[in-house]
């Protein structure tokens, strides 16, 4: 993805010309779900091929998890729940073309789905048109709201500030920024740059592989050449094997320059493999090992339904969630209408594995608690610090004062 506000805007809209299909759908009417049967439909509209898939498969797979679970329980409003699955094939063009479809042609009563903020980005335009919900599951670099999005991943303030916090708190003075060439890395790192700039931390260098890249010797060498107290990682996707593979290769290790890494969780550990990995730390709102009787329960059916040796991560935790939370919202709302779901969002509560959340209405992000955790040689992440309560999100970061001017 190319860099830059004006860049990102422009590649969204060539997104968009590329679709087989007009991606807001032939009519400038919104499209509308049907809701007239015994059945309703949703959209999982996920990276089944392609760079992406190393992750999104699994999201797939706990939407379908707690769609299954819903269902055995009687469905939604007296309704059973009909998943259409969709793959975006890590080509942003077709997200917006497939969301399209869903909404249009489908008639879905609302969309879960997209991982990297390059496919949001390209849907979002597709879902505001139509009037249509999107569940989004992954953490982001924040300083975005939409009317027909809800965030159940972390935003900013939830994950990225509580990570910087804890490499102060743990003397960490300088930092390298590395990250895949697209809208998350270069926000999250213009916002870690300001983060450094206001908190004594000194970044001594930025570097950005293509998505998918699987080159990363020239970088691990820079990384290893600054001497810098620790690395930030916002690489997405299989390129983190190869980064990884190459960090060892160049004598680095968690002891000697350790790795902060916000979109490696469980099962892209077990892709690279432990031995690689073992004492790197990352940042998410839940893992496997995360204590509570939900999430035991989450664990054991996940690994009932999927094979014992699948492991849970946060954004899969974060798809489940959002399923539950949705249908607490048309309940409540007595309808799948997308304007009274919304309206009846505000402070809709669930139990979840990561620990109880709760729906921010005004933003449509979800309050969440702030967990790193280090990576062990069985491949689970135990946690080392959380945050102790459920932080309120905080997408445009009003709350941080050095962070002015960056929205």
């Known amino acids: 993805m190319v860099a830059g506000a004006a860049a990102l805007a422009a590649a969204v809209a060539l997104s968009a010309c590329g679709a087989k299909t007009d991606a807001g759908g032939s009519s400038d009417k919104a499209a509308k779900a049907d809701t007239s049967g015994d059945t309703v439909k949703v959209g999982l509209l996920n990276s089944l091929s392609g760079t992406m898939a190393i992750s999104e498969v699994t999201v797939r797979d706990s939407l379908k998890l707690a769609i299954d679970e819903i269902n055995a329980?009687?469905?939604v409003l007296g309704k059973k729940i009909q998943p259409i699955s969709e793959d975006g094939a890590s080509d942003w063009p077709t997200f917006a073309e497939k969301a399209s479809k869903l909404i249009r042609e489908d008639r879905v009563v609302a969309t879960f789905g997209c991982w990297t903020s390059a496919s949001r980005k390209a849907v979002k335009p597709v879902f505001e048109k139509n009037k249509s919900l999107l569940f989004y599951p992954v953490q982001y670099e924040g300083l975005e709201e939409s009317p027909y999005i809800f965030y159940t991943g972390a935003t900013t303030n939830q994950q990225i500030v509580p990570a910087l916090d804890y490499l102060k708190n743990q003397g960490k003075k300088s930092i390298y920024l590395v990250g895949s060439d697209y809208v998350f890395p270069r926000t999250a790192n213009k916002i870690i740059k300001a983060y450094a700039k206001a908190n004594g931390m000194k970044v001594l260098g930025e570097d950005y592989a293509p998505l998918g890249s699987?080159?990363?010797?020239?970088?691990?060498?820079?990384?290893k050449a600054s001497k810098a107290d620790a690395v930030f990682n916002t690489l997405n996707g299989d390129s983190n094997v190869a980064f990884f593979k190459e960090y060892k290769s160049a004598g680095l290790t968690a002891t000697s320059m350790p790795v902060v890494?916000?979109?490696i969780a469980e099962e892209e550990v077990k892709s690279i493999g432990s031995q690689y990995l073992a004492g790197q730390l990352t940042a998410w709102n839940y893992y496997q090992t995360t204590?509570?009787?939900?999430?035991?329960?989450?664990?054991?059916a996940y690994k009932a339904k999927y094979g014992q040796g699948k492991p849970t991560s946060d954004p899969m935790e974060a798809a489940y969630t959002s399923v539950y939370l949705w249908k607490a919202m048309v309940e409540k709302a007595g309808s799948f209408d997308p304007e009274k779901v919304k309206a009846a969002s505000d402070g809709i509560t669930f139990d979840a594995p990561e620990g109880k959340v709760t729906v921010d209405g005004a933003s449509q992000h979800i309050y969440k608690t702030a967990r790193i955790g280090k990576i062990g040689t069985d491949g689970l992440i135990e946690q080392v610090w959380d945050s102790g309560k459920a932080i309120k999100p905080d997408p445009y970061l009003k709350g941080y004062d050095w962070a002015s001017g960056l929205s």
Request: charged share 20%.
């Open 214 to 223: 699987t080159e990363f010797s020239t970088i691990a060498n820079k990384v």
């Open 261 to 263: 890494s916000v979109s």
């Open 73 to 75: 329980k009687g469905g």
């Open 291 to 300: 204590a509570g009787a939900a999430n035991t329960e989450f664990v054991k």
